[in-house]
């Protein structure tokens, strides 16, 4: 059973920048994938990117494929996903998410992943 907890959101002005973490405990030895996702009110759960627990992989959405950078530390079992340049409408929770699998075509289905965090609240406003 993998545990995740995120960390860094918070209230950030358009165009500022921020840092999420996640941090996985228990059975990481069984994660391929971990992929960030956000929900905005009233809408579905959206993929956001994703990254190899190897490191050796990443994939974005088209949303976020210039502005956002996901990252790993395996010394610290840690995911990050850093957003640059943001916008109002990245305003969302910010959730992530392992996977056994290793498919990455099928990465962006929030379906696909076995375990996920708790959330954490993005806000962008002046």
């Known amino acids: 059973q993998v545990q995740l907890v995120e960390s860094g959101g918070g209230v950030v002005l358009p165009g500022g920048s921020l840092t999420l973490s996640c941090v996985a405990s228990?059975?990481?030895?069984?994660?391929?994938?971990v992929g960030w996702f956000r929900q905005a009110a009233g809408q579905e759960r959206q993929f956001v990117a994703g990254?190899?627990?190897?490191?050796?992989?990443?994939m974005y959405a088209n949303s976020a494929k210039d502005r956002f950078t996901v990252s790993i530390d395996n010394a610290m079992n840690t995911v990050y996903l850093q957003l640059n340049r943001v916008e109002p409408e990245d305003t969302a929770v910010y959730y992530c998410?392992?996977?056994?699998?290793?498919?990455?075509?099928?990465?962006?289905?929030?379906?696909?992943?076995?375990?996920w965090g708790q959330g954490t609240q993005v806000s962008v406003s002046s």
């Open positions: 998410a392992a996977a056994r699998g290793r498919s990455w075509g099928a990465a962006k289905r929030s379906t696909y992943y076995d375990y």
């Open positions: 990254i190899a627990w190897s490191g050796t992989s990443t």
């Open positions: 228990e059975g990481t030895l069984d994660v391929a994938i």
